[in-house]
């Protein structure tokens, strides 16, 4: 019985030793599992990180490429309005040289109105001069019809030239005032490109300062 006892505690002894055993295995098995989860939570948290920084480097990207395209849109509305308001300049300068040149024109044919009127002057006054040799050479004859004749033909003479200075002075008029009017057309129409010009650079200017604050 002794000897039963001795056997049945010994089997009973190598029972707990292994049920020992298998605990001890299982608790390394389980501080294992647990590291392995640990170093899986890590892994995972600097994978999101990563992730995180590689969407914020897009997004930057992004962000800058944006900035380039409106940068180069404003260089590019910068230039057009810059060429724009040369063109106006250019617009401009060509309106004045225009109207210098009409006002040169008109005192050119101001002054031609004027040498033409001296000359059929001179012309009426040489005619008058034959008209009235024979008109002289009756007067020596009959005196108080020759100072009547006289008197006829020098009103006669004064009256054709004044009408003559009224007629060409109102022809040089009327081409003074079509020419002003003709300055004063290209004068709007020289505006009209550099108000637009300014409008531009205006809305250009916009566009930037609302690019630099979106930037």
Do not use: H, I
């Amino acid at each position: 019985e002794a000897a039963a006892r001795a056997a049945q505690e010994a089997a009973e002894a190598k029972l707990v030793e292994e049920a020992a055993t298998r605990a001890a295995r299982e608790a390394v098995e389980a501080k294992l599992a647990e590291e392995a989860a640990a170093r899986a939570a890590q892994e995972a948290a600097e994978a999101k990180l990563v992730e995180e920084a590689a969407t914020r480097a897009a997004r930057e990207a992004v962000e800058a490429k944006l900035a380039e395209e409106a940068a180069a849109k404003a260089a590019q509305e910068a230039a057009e309005a810059n060429l724009a308001e040369e063109a106006a300049a250019r617009a401009v300068r060509k309106a004045a040289e225009t109207k210098l040149a009409g006002e040169a024109d008109a005192r050119a044919a101001q002054e031609a109105a004027e040498a033409t009127l001296a000359e059929e002057d001179a012309a009426r006054a040489a005619q008058a001069a034959v008209e009235a040799k024979p008109a002289e050479e009756a007067a020596a004859r009959s005196a108080p019809e020759a100072v009547e004749v006289k008197l006829t033909a020098d009103a006669d003479a004064r009256t054709a030239q004044e009408t003559a200075k009224a007629r060409l002075a109102e022809e040089v008029a009327s081409r003074v005032a079509q020419e002003a009017a003709e300055a004063k057309l290209a004068e709007e129409a020289a505006a009209r490109p550099a108000q637009e010009a300014a409008e531009a650079k205006l809305a250009v200017d916009t566009d930037a300062s609302a690019a630099q604050e979106a930037v």
